[in-house]
């Protein structure tokens, strides 16, 4: 395996959920050719939240909250380093082409 793959951290259970859900956002993202944000009502609507509140029993409205801005801050960090790399992507190819 590569060194990344042994290096990654371990998610304990309870932090696999919200990154599951980040997950199949951006899974949605790229099928549908969007580059927005995740809005904390896109995150309510998907089918992991359901399965939070019909299989998991998260029925608490302020634990829901907390799980869907998670999955947002973490959205938001995704697309600022995606962004990040197509800026120095442009960059460098406009750098290159002046010369």
């Known amino acids: 395996m590569p060194p ?5 951290p371990i998610l304990l259970e309870l932090d696999q959920l919200p990154f599951a859900i980040f997950q199949t956002l951006s899974r949605e993202r790229i099928s549908l050719g969007e580059m927005g944000g995740s809005h904390i009502s896109a995150i309510r609507e998907t089918d992991i939240v359901s399965h939070c509140t019909d299989v998991l029993g998260i029925s608490d409205p302020d634990d829901l909250d907390e799980i869907c801005t998670l999955v947002a ?3 938001e960090e ?3 380093g995606v962004l990040k ?8 190819s406009a750098g290159s082409g002046n010369g």
Not at 4 to 8: E, H, T
């Open 73 to 75: 801050e973490m959205d």
């Open 85 to 92: 790399r197509r800026n120095a992507s442009s960059s460098s």
């Open 78 to 80: 995704y697309l600022n």
């Open 4 to 8: 990344a793959v042994l290096k990654r």
